[in-house]
């Protein structure tokens, strides 16, 4: 079973593009479901134990991290239904939540850093040779424009964070449409390898 790989990236380099996003402006990230040909999610596997804890920020236990990704994975992508299986490792290499208590002036918004590898099954072998590197700010409501930390839970924040990560996590797929071969290539694949051991298998006489 395929496991994330965790960037290679020091600390304190973390930190400064938290503190970096968390000066940018959000992006809503839509429902709409994007194109990936044959794709169906097999396995979504999270790792969060060397996640960096960047400024000002609450903490969450790597479970935490590990259990709203993974239900997110599994939410967003069972709307695709192809039969060419393919699994994703994510790590969560660091994050902020925004903690209550800050001055409104100083309170960055929540941000979370993920390295991303793609699975191809029937090939045995990794489709993107290096992480691919996602960093996602919460999404803008009357809630966390002026501090989520304010206003809701960590849990909350965990959660918004999780749906643009996974949305992100998405477009990067579509935005790959080489990796994914043509709705119903697996289930014709399937059958012809059925059809090829049928007649290996059949009595010549």
Known sequence: MPSAR???SPALGLIAALLLSACASGRELREEREELGDFFLSHAIVVADNAVVGPASRRAEPGQWEESLTAEMRRRFSRYDGDTLYHLGVSVDGYV???PGIPVVAAPRSALILGVTLWNDAEG???NERPHRI???ES???ETVVSSGLTQTAEQ???NLSENAVAAIERWLADNPDWFPP???GAALAEAASDA???DGADPS
């Open 140 to 142: 803008l409501s009357g």
């Open 183 to 185: 709705k119903g290539t």
């Open 135 to 137: 960093t996602v700010l």
């Open 97 to 99: 939540l925004a903690m």
């Open 197 to 199: 051991a049928m007649e």
């Open 6 to 8: 965790p960037l290679p």
């Open 125 to 127: 072998g990794v489709v």
């Open 157 to 159: 924040q965990m959660q």
